[in-house]
């Protein structure tokens, strides 16, 4: 089955795609698929992640994978949340969004948290649509760690892995990851529709 990956998001597209060709599942090369905009305003990842599938399959007339995921800090009730890639503001980067959340995090004892993945894998015909859902513990660190990843990488701290994902090798985040989860739990689904 050929699928496109429901983002625009460079990074993540690619951390995917290194997951979705070990799992067996063939995908779309971004230049070959419609560019589709995507207003983010569910109240969920579940809700982002079925809205940006939904798009992107009637855009493409293929399936289409969409994933929307974000780190959850218990002491600040869940935020970042949904608002994960924006939390210093609608063009904010990733360090831009580290150097917030490192100021909301002064004089925090508990720092707890953990990432999110949702997934949404949307078809073209009238299949019902797939979804699937990934998390990973672990801890936000004082100051960033690492040089690998993205966005939050290098203040998460895997209890798992026993080092930031920053730090962490692409296969070994992908072993433990939300996003590595979430698309192992979709891939045994998919094996009873394809």
Request: hydrophobic share 40%.
């Amino acid at each position: 089955m050929r699928i496109v990956i429901a983002s625009n998001n460079a990074k993540k597209r690619e951390e995917m795609i290194a997951i979705l060709v070990e799992l067996s599942i063939e995908v779309m090369p971004s230049e070959a698929t419609a560019f589709v905009y995507v207003d983010e305003d569910g109240e969920t990842f579940a809700e982002n992640a079925a809205k940006k599938a939904e798009a992107f399959t009637h855009a493409n007339r293929l399936p289409a994978l969409a994933d929307d995921s974000g780190l959850c800090v218990d002491a600040l009730g869940g935020e970042p949340g949904i608002f994960s890639s924006r939390f210093a503001g609608e063009h904010a980067g990733d360090a831009e969004n580290n150097s917030k959340l490192l100021r909301e995090m002064t004089d925090v004892e508990g720092r707890d948290a953990h990432f999110v993945s949702a997934l949404h894998l949307a078809f073209p015909d009238e299949r019902p649509p797939i979804v699937a859902e990934g998390r990973v513990d672990g801890v936000i660190l004082d100051a960033p760690d690492g040089e690998h990843g993205f966005g939050y990488d290098p203040l998460f701290y895997s209890t798992e892995l026993k080092k930031s994902f920053a730090h962490a090798t692409a296969e070994e985040k992908a072993s433990v990851s939300h996003r590595g989860r979430a698309l192992r739990k979709l891939a045994e689904q998919l094996k009873s529709v394809v």
